[in-house]
């Protein structure tokens, strides 16, 4: 009778290469498993290219202005401008020009309120009633006022200044 736990035997010997194959294989796979994680990791760790553009000169080809708010000249002062800056306050009626030599000139501004051509005539006729009011004031006050007006045919009457005496 054969026992199968002897090294000599055959069935022994079957079973040790059947394992020893079935060690390798796992081995194998194990490596493949290993090399597909490091493959992931890898792509997953390599850093995406980060690209940044710094302009530190201006170009002289953009004639674009800097603009900003500002409260008063010295806040407009202390910035510094790499190409004509403008500042305007925040209600809008003082404006600042500053170049690229510190140069700074400064605007009064008043807005200008468009008006449609009935609105141009209303106020025409309200100067003109205005200035006819005031001809009136000055005529009542004494004061005479020439108006030009077209020239019509005029004509004098002489009369005598003669004194006609009665004969009695």
């Known amino acids: 009778m054969a026992y199968p736990y002897y090294p000599n035997n055959q069935f022994y010997m079957q079973n040790m290469q059947d394992l020893q194959n079935m060690r390798e294989k796992i081995d194998r796979q194990m490596q493949q498993m290993q090399q597909l994680n490091q493959n992931q990791m890898q792509q997953q760790q390599q850093p995406v290219p980060i690209t940044q553009n710094f302009q530190l000169a201006p170009n002289p080809t953009n004639n674009e ?88 045919s005029k004509t004098t009457t002489k009369l005598s200044n003669r004194s006609k005496s009665n004969a009695k």
Not at 76 to 98: A, H, Q, R, S
């Open 65 to 152: 202005l800097e603009s900003k708010y500002a409260n008063n000249i010295d806040e407009v002062k202390g910035i510094f401008v790499m190409k004509t800056g403008v500042f305007l306050n925040k209600e809008l009626n003082t404006l600042w020009i500053k170049n690229t030599n510190g140069d700074i000139r400064t605007f009064e501004l008043s807005e200008i309120i468009e008006q449609d051509p009935k609105d141009v005539e209303i106020n025409n006729l309200k100067q003109e009633l205005q200035r006819m009011k005031e001809m009136i004031s000055n005529e009542s006050n004494g004061n005479s006022t020439v108006i030009n007006e077209p020239n019509e």
